[in-house]
C-alpha cells in the first residue's frame, strides 16, 4: 500500500512535470546548427547578435575538424592578402578569402598568417579563436543522426525537428541550419576502384612516390595538390579525368584549378613524361596483376573482345605501381532519417541538396542549408562554396529567416534621390558581397515618393526578385537592381581570355565589358515568377526597362568622372526623368529666380534650408511669392 498521502503525491506529480518541462526545454532550441566549420560559425554569429536561441553541434572536439585533415598537403588555396592599399576595411574583404564576419577587428585572417597561400593548421587556429572570442554556443563532441520532423500545430511551419546524438540524448528544434559541409569522399561504382588509395588516406610522403609510376583519378584541385608534390618523386604521373581540365583563370570561377597548383601543366605540354587525358571512370576498369595495376576498357568483355583486338596504342596500356582517387567530395545524408531523408539536386549538381533561392531545402520547410552545401545555387559561378562567398550568403539567409520568423525586415537606409549616384558609387568601389557573390547577390534601390527618396537594401538574393516585398518585409515597385557581372561570352575553359582585344575602355561599349563589370537593371515594376522562370540561361534578370552597364576597369574602381560617373548619371536621369546635377547655392537662387521649376538638389539643399541661412532663404521665398511662382 502507497504510504504517501494524496496531497504529497500530488506534489511529487508536479514537481516531476516541473522537471520534465525543464528538461525538454533545454534540448529545445529555436536553431539547431549541424556543423561547427566556418558556416556554422558564421551563422551562430548571426544568430547571437541578433539575440536569437540558437545552438551549434560538432560533431569533432574542435571547430572546422574538416581542416585538420584537408588539404591533404596543408595548403589552402583561398588567398590571405594582407595589403591592398587601401585602409577601408570592406574593401580590402574583397581580397581576404578567409576571415569570417564580425565586429571584432582581431578576428581578421591577415593576423594569424603571412602566406599568401596559408597553412590549414593557422585556419582552425583562427576558426578556434572566433568561436571563444565571440562567445558561440557550441556543443563539441556531438554526433547527431536520425533528423526528422514531428508534426506541432503551434510551430511556425507546423512541425520541428528532432535528433539525437551518439548518446541517445535527443533534441528538437524549430527551425534547422544544415552546415556540414561536403566532405564525404566521392567514391565511384568502377570495377577494381578498391584497388585505389584514396585522397583522404593516401600517403604524403613523397618518398613513397619515389620511383614509381603514378595514375591520379580526377583532375581537380586536389588531384593536382598530389601531382605538385610528388611530380619531382615519380617515374611519371597520367591524370584521368571524364572532362577537360578547367582553369580558374580562364573560368572566373574559383573551384576550378588554380595555378598555383597546375605544375603538371607544365611536364605534359613539354613532353616530360607526364600527362593528362579526358575519359570517363564509367569506361575503364581497374585490373591487378601482380603487384602492379592495369587500366582495362570496362566493355571489352561485353563485345567479346579481347585485348588484343584493343588498339596497340591504348594511351594506359603501361602499368602502374600506384592508383590514387581524388575524385572530389559529396554531401552526407546519413544524418537524417530514412523517413526525413534530404533530396539531392541532379546534374552537375547531384552531390548537393535540392534547394530553393532562399537556401531552404525541398523536403522540408524549416531546414535551411548554408556554406558549401548550399552552393548548387552558384556552382561553376560565383564563390558561395567558399568561405569568401558564403559568410555573404549566410548573411543574407540570416536576413531572410529574420523577417519570415520574427518580423524584423531586412536592413535597409532611406536617402533623399540626390544622394543616389554617390551611394552606387561607393557600394561599387567598397562592397565585397557584391564583389564576391556577383550575380547571386545584387543591391536593390527601391523608389519612394514620387522617386524623391530611395531606401538602399544590400545583397539580395538575385533570384528573389520577384518576392522582394515578401522576403524583405519592404514593399516595392519600381526598382534598380545593382549587379556586377562578367560578359556573357568571356569565361570558359576553351575561350582565348587573354586575347589582345580581351577588354575595352571606351564607356560606348560598355556593353560588350567583358571582365567583372557593374550593370544597373531598372524595372518600373518587379519581375513576376513566370518572367524569373522564363528569362534566357545567360540573362542574370528579366529583361528590364532600361539597363546600363559601367565600363570594365583594369583596377576595378569605377571612380573616372567621363567614363564611369557622367554616364551613370545620365542613366538615372533618364529612369528618373530628373535633372540629378548639384549646383552651387548662387545657381539654385538663380534658377529660383529665373525659372518655374528648379533642380532637385536646389530642393534639397537649399529651398530646405540645408545649404543657406534661414535669412536669405526666407527672402528667396518672399521673392517667388511676389513673383506669383510656386516652388515644389
Known amino acids: ?17 516541473i522537471l520534465l518541462t525543464l528538461t525538454l526545454a533545454s534540448c529545445y532550441h529555436d536553431y539547431c546548427i549541424i556543423g561547427a566549420g566556418p558556416s556554422g560559425l558564421q551563422m551562430g554569429y548571426f544568430f547571437k547578435k541578433s539575440g536569437r536561441d540558437y545552438i551549434i553541434f560538432e560533431k569533432s572536439n574542435v571547430s572546422g575538424d574538416f581542416f585538420t585533415l584537408y588539404p591533404r598537403h596543408k595548403m589552402l588555396i583561398s588567398i590571405n592578402k594582407r595589403y591592398t592599399g587601401k585602409t577601408n576595411k570592406e574593401f580590402n574583404l574583397r581580397h581576404d578569402w578567409n576571415s569570417l564576419l564580425s565586429d571584432d577587428e582581431s578576428l581578421l585572417f591577415r593576423h594569424y598568417s603571412k602566406e599568401m597561400f596559408p597553412n590549414s593548421d593557422d585556419l582552425v587556429r583562427y576558426l578556434h579563436d572566433y568561436q571563444t572570442k565571440l562567445g558561440l554556443n557550441v556543443q563539441f563532441n556531438t554526433y547527431i543522426h536520425n533528423i526528422q520532423t514531428m508534426p506541432c500545430e503551434a510551430a511556425a511551419d507546423a512541425h520541428v525537428f528532432t535528433m539525437s546524438d551518439q548518446h541517445g540524448n535527443s533534441y528538437r528544434c524549430g527551425r534547422l541550419i544544415v552546415a556540414t559541409g561536403v566532405s564525404t569522399p566521392n567514391i565511384p561504382n568502377v570495377p577494381g576502384i578498391e584497388h585505389a588509395d584514396g585522397y583522404e588516406s593516401m600517403s604524403i610522403n613523397p618518398d613513397d612516390y619515389e620511383g614509381k609510376t603514378v595514375l591520379i583519378l580526377g583532375r581537380g584541385n586536389s588531384a593536382f595538390e598530389l601531382a605538385n608534390s610528388i611530380y619531382g618523386s615519380s617515374n611519371l604521373i597520367h591524370m584521368m579525368g571524364r572532362s577537360r581540365v578547367r582553369l ?15 605544375d603538371l601543366l607544365d611536364t605534359y605540354q613539354l613532353k616530360s613524361l607526364d600527362g593528362v587525358l579526358e575519359a570517363g571512370l564509367d569506361e575503364v576498369k581497374i585490373v591487378k596483376i601482380g603487384d602492379k595495376f592495369h587500366l582495362q576498357v570496362s566493355h571489352m568483355e561485353e563485345s567479346g573482345a579481347s585485348e588484343d583486338h584493343m588498339y596497340d596504342n591504348f594511351a594506359m596500356r603501361e602499368p602502374y605501381d600506384i592508383i590514387v582517387r581524388c575524385l572530389g567530395f559529396k554531401f552526407d545524408s546519413g544524418i537524417f532519417n530514412l523517413s526525413s531523408s534530404l533530396k539531392m539536386g ?18 522540408a520547410k524549416g531546414m535551411f542549408v548554408a556554406g558549401t552545401a548550399s552552393h548548387s545555387l552558384d556552382f561553376r559561378k560565383s ?18 529567416l529574420e523577417w519570415r520568423y520574427h518580423q524584423v525586415p531586412w536592413p535597409i537606409t532611406t536617402q533623399p534621390v ?38 538602399y537594401l544590400e545583397e539580395f538574393p538575385i533570384n528573389l526578385l520577384h518576392e522582394l516585398p515578401k522576403r524583405t518585409g519592404h514593399e516595392a515597385e519600381n526598382v534598380l537592381v545593382v549587379n556586377m557581372q562578367y560578359g556573357e561570352e568571356f569565361s570558359g575553359p576553351g575561350n582565348d581570355i587573354f586575347r589582345l582585344d580581351r577588354a575595352t575602355g571606351d564607356p560606348s561599349d560598355a556593353h560588350n565589358s567583358n571582365f567583372l563589370h557593374p550593370c544597373l537593371y531598372y524595372f ?35 571612380n573616372a568622372p567621363n567614363s564611369h560617373i557622367l554616364p551613370l548619371r545620365r ?9 540629378m546635377r548639384h549646383f552651387h547655392w548662387e545657381t539654385c537662387m538663380e534658377y529660383a529666380l529665373t ?24 527672402q528667396l521665398c518672399c521673392l517667388n511669392f511676389e513673383r506669383g511662382d510656386v516652388i515644389t
Open 248 to 262: 580558374a583563370w580562364a573560368t572566373h570561377y574559383v573551384g576550378d584549378l588554380r595555378a598555383v597548383n597546375n
Open 524 to 558: 518600373d515594376r518587379l519581375p513576376m515568377e513566370k518572367d524569373m522562370k522564363h528569362k534566357a540561361k545567360k540573362q542574370h534578370l528579366p529583361t528590364p526597362k532600361a539597363i546600363h552597364h559601367i565600363v570594365e576597369d583594369f583596377l576595378t574602381t569605377w
Open 418 to 455: 540626390t544622394n543616389l549616384l554617390a551611394a552606387i558609387l561607393k557600394r561599387l568601389n567598397e562592397a565585397s558581397g557584391i564583389y564576391q557573390m556577383f550575380s547571386s547577390l545584387a543591391d536593390v534601390v527601391i523608389f519612394k515618393k514620387n522617386n524623391t527618396e530611395f531606401d
Open 383 to 400: 564563390a558561395g562554396g567558399f568561405i569568401h562567398g558564403f559568410r555573404y550568403t549566410g548573411r543574407a539567409l540570416h536576413r531572410l
Open 346 to 363: 541532379s546534374g552537375r549538381s547531384k552531390k548537393y541538396p535540392n534547394i530553393g533561392y532562399d537556401y531552404e531545402s525541398v523536403s
Open 571 to 579: 542613366f538615372l536621369e533618364n529612369v528618373l526623368d530628373t535633372d
Open 595 to 618: 525659372r518655374t521649376t528648379v533642380p532637385l538638389t536646389c530642393q534639397e539643399f537649399f529651398l530646405k534650408g540645408q545649404g543657406m541661412g534661414s535669412k536669405l532663404r526666407q
Open 1 to 17: 500500500m502507497n504510504s504517501c498521502p494524496p496531497s504529497a503525491r500530488i506534489h511529487i506529480f508536479h514537481v516531476l512535470v
